[in-house]
């Protein structure tokens, strides 16, 4: 079979663990033998990584800056354990956030349906992305114990020297505090990726906030988001994606009754929660799929989860595993697909569908790991392995229509 040539290169990014061996079987079964493509390889695995003191995490980014499109292996964020464990020169931060920063980008969770595994809300027909914002509020908050009697105040003191203070609380009894922050540059491009995305996507854009109880905080989000959607309400407009406000508690209730094709923009902590139950919500972890959008334009596709450890230990020891690697290979086929769209080549987006599909009708023609089995209503009589599931894929693929 002639492999499609793809034009322009794809920034690859490899990782750790169990996400790593699947990474390799997925290029060497269901990519090489398709495609002739260019890869920019990058090494983010642990010990890469503590080599090059970090340096190839920045590599990858500017190389996903320079190329446009990339697509990461999930790789070990190093706790202590970690560190003594590798021998690490120290617990290098995690990629995501390196990259994430360096990109200016927001992530978007989507998980991937079939009809043989029903989500927990009957409802839910469509993928619900969610946009976190990936800035400040708690991540980058400043708190404090108060065990006796005094008062909190915010105090904003400006460069020359003018004064702002705010009472917190006066304290009479013992309690805590804490203080949060936000930019407005970061507010306007989580705006702008979430306005990018829904466009692609075709959904309909959600934002949620709570602005009746943060009359400042809260609101300056939804002023500047607004503001943003009304600058782009034409390329909107264009796309059929319509844009909402809600309060988040009205926005929870109503995603129940919704059959999905939503973006759901909220901020970092909801975002945080919201993910995991969402994931939850769609089913397994190993069919959440992850997007990193910068707001001009820039695409890194992942899995959600991460390297998977515990299935890794079994592999070591020599024994089969049972890992689903559906949310990997979508990183690769949503990497194919922009790339496609962004040299004009419907051949390699055609690809990605067909991959993608071969996926699906695995799983619903009942080959799947055991993840998925334990979801499903009607279960296959047996489980497949990881590299059984692929190498049904690579099957399915390479079948004619
Ligand atoms: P994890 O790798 O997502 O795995 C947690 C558990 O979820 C697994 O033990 C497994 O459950 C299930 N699971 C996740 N992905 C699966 C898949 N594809 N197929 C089947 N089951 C799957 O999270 P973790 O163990 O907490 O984290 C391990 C490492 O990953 C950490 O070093 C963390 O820093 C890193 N991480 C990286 C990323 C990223 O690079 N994007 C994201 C998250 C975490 P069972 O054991 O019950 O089968
Ligand atoms: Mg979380």
Known sequence: MARIKVKNPLVEMDGDEMARVMWAMIKEKLIFPFLDIDLKYYDLGLKKRDETEDAVTM????????????????????????????????????PNATIRSALDGTVFRKPIMVRNILPAVRNWKRPIIIGRHA???IYAAMEMTIKRPGKVELVYTAQDGQEMRALVHEFKTPGVVMAIHNLERSIRSFAASCIVCAIEERSELWFS?????????????KEIFGREVA???ADLDRAGVSYRYLLIDDAAAQIMKQEGGILWAVSNYEGDVLSDLLAAGFGSLGMMTSVLVSPDGLYEFEAAHGTVRRHYLEHLKG??????????????????????????????????????KAVIDCIEAGIATKDLIALMERKPAALSTTEGFIDAVAARTLAPG
Request: with cysteine; glycine share 10%; charged share 25%.
């Open 59 to 94: 590599q990858a980014a500017d190389a996903v800056r320079h190329y446009g499109v990339g697509v990461k292996c999930a790789t070990i964020t190093p706790d202590a354990a970690r560190v003594k464990a590798y021998g690490l020169k120290k617990a290098w931060p995690s």
């Open 135 to 137: 800035y400040g509020d």
């Open 209 to 221: 906030m709570k602005d009746t109880i943060s009359k400042t905080y809260h609101a300056c989000f």
């Open 231 to 233: 600058r782009r309400k």
């Open 319 to 356: 024994n089969p595993t049972s890992t689903n690697p559906a949310a990997s290979i979508f990183a690769w086929t949503g990497a194919l697909k922009k790339r496609g769209e962004f040299d004009g080549s419907g051949e390699v987006r055609a690809f990605g569908e067909k991959l993608e």
